[in-house]
């Protein structure tokens, strides 16, 4: 059996969590921030496209970004 918070307890457990919400936020705009410009940087490097190597590491940090993401929501 789940129990039902109160508004009153719904309002201060949001208020309480508030700043760890920020900061994950803060964290995973970051994380997006970072993988975009490096994929930006190696596509310079390769001319429009980033060399493979750097695809499959490009590839990974976007799964990151992914998961870091779904574990928030």
């Keep these: 059996m789940t129990a039902?918070?109160?508004p009153f307890e719904q309002s201060h457990q949001r208020a309480a969590t508030?700043?760890?919400r920020i900061v994950?936020?803060?964290a995973v705009n970051n994380?997006?921030?970072q993988t975009q410009s490096?994929?930006?940087r190696m596509a310079e490097i390769g001319n429009g496209c980033p060399p493979l190597s750097e695809t499959l590491h490009i590839g990974l940090m976007w799964a990151s970004?992914?998961?870091f993401a779904?574990?928030?929501?």
């Design 70 to 73: 779904e574990i928030e929501a």
């Design 65 to 67: 970004v992914g998961q």
């Design 4 to 6: 039902t918070l109160t």
């Design 24 to 26: 994950e936020a803060l």
């Design 31 to 33: 994380l997006v921030s």
């Design 18 to 20: 508030l700043g760890a």
């Design 38 to 40: 490096y994929e930006a």
